[in-house]
């Protein structure tokens, strides 16, 4: 079995600043790709950013040069700085691996979720 623990969400004012921290616990023998999504209330879950497990990085358009996702393989943990945080940021933030749990097996785990509010 495989955890993934978030931390790191809160309330803060626009313009703003929160790291989400996610740690993958358990039985893993890598992790490829490792993602952030979000949900606001009343909308659908979408993907924020992802990154592989070579550092390479994918970002929603709206996010673009205010979030940033990094990874510390060794910690099997992924990162979200945001930073110039909107109101229209406000959701649920939940972490996302793809996760070897054996060489020939790969499966995919959510975090809890974190709560991101952005007040105006």
């Known amino acids: 079995q495989v955890q993934l623990v978030e931390s790191g969400g809160g309330l803060v004012q626009a313009g703003g600043s929160l790291r989400l921290s996610c740690a993958a616990s358990?039985?893993?023998?890598?992790?490829?790709?490792m993602a952030w999504y979000r949900q606001a209330p009343g909308k659908q879950r979408e993907l924020v950013a992802t990154?592989?497990?070579?550092?390479?990085?994918n970002y929603l358009d709206s996010v673009k040069g205010r979030f940033t996702i990094a990874r510390d393989n060794a910690k099997n943990t992924v990162y979200l700085q945001m930073n110039s945080l909107k109101p229209e940021d406000t959701a649920v933030y939940y972490c996302?691996?793809?996760?070897?749990?054996?060489?020939?097996?790969?499966?995919?785990?959510w975090g809890q979720g974190a709560q991101v509010t952005v007040s105006s």
């Open positions: 990154i592989t497990s070579g550092g390479s990085t």
């Open positions: 996302n691996a793809d996760v070897r749990v054996v060489p020939t097996t790969t499966r995919n785990y």
């Open positions: 358990g039985n893993i023998f890598s992790i490829n790709r």
